[in-house]
């Protein structure tokens, strides 16, 4: 992945989480193939693995493009913590505390990755945003839901009202830079490891594949051109 220190650049905006009344949240920010959605899955995964037996977290991940409406992600995390949550029939507020209730009912903390937040934004609006930070207000048990925000939009912190802008707190912001040639080179050894046997593809056409998908920084494109060298080689009868 090649992203170790923005890694631990979200671990510190997640300090104190083995407290069961400590929520936190984070917005990540970056161009397209610059390894968000692995770097916040990645993180939910190492927390979890981290306070095992100390808290339970479960990590539930909504890609927002496929889920346009505010609805339409309520009723994805509800389903995820509960297959038989009914489809229609409840209001956004609704589903909110019947998510929160769940959660207080199996002693779980949930971090919410909302990935490509910005279509949300611009289909909706921000509105769901707040209702999630402020989920546990009022409330005498705190400590619910820990939020991450993820936007290919580096402007995305432009479109949030202060009040919002006040909740997710503008330290907990990372925005992530473009891959390097030496990275991509990196991304692509690490697939062709998993994908070929050692040796197999040799460090020239690797640093071929790092070279050209640089202009863009894209690890996505590292990957593809990767695979289609594969492709092609196995057509021709070079099974390596």
Do not use: W
Not at 118 to 140: A, K, P, T
Not at 168 to 174: E, F, Q, T
């Amino acid at each position: 992945m090649g992203r170790e220190d923005e890694l631990g650049e979200i671990a510190s905006m997640f300090m104190g989480m083995q407290d069961h009344n400590v929520s936190a949240r984070a917005v990540v920010m970056g161009p397209v193939g610059s390894g968000k959605t692995v770097l916040t899955n990645t993180f939910s995964k190492d927390l979890i693995r981290k306070l095992e037996g100390r808290r339970k977290i479960i990590s539930i991940h909504v890609n927002c493009r496929n889920h346009s409406r505010t609805t339409q992600v309520l009723h994805q995390i509800a389903i995820k913590l509960d297959p038989g949550h009914p489809e229609r029939g409840f209001s956004a507020g609704e589903i909110i505390q019947t998510i929160r209730r769940n959660l207080l009912t199996h002693g779980l903390h949930l971090i919410l990755i909302l990935d490509e937040i910005d279509v949300l934004i611009r289909n909706d609006s921000s509105d769901l945003i707040y209702r999630l930070l402020r989920i546990d207000e009022g409330q005498h048990d705190k400590g619910v839901l820990s939020l991450i925000l993820v936007s290919q939009e580096l402007n995305l912190i432009n479109r949030f009202e202060a009040a919002i802008m006040s909740r997710l707190g503008a330290s907990n912001v990372l925005k992530l830079a473009p891959y390097l040639e030496k990275q991509l080179i990196e991304i692509a050894r690490q697939r062709a490891e998993l994908a070929c046997r050692n040796g197999s593809i040799s460090e020239v056409v690797l640093a071929k594949i790092g070279r050209y998908s640089a202009s863009s920084g894209d690890a996505r494109m590292c990957i593809e051109l990767l695979e289609g060298g594969i492709r092609r080689a196995e057509k021709i009868g070079r099974d390596e």
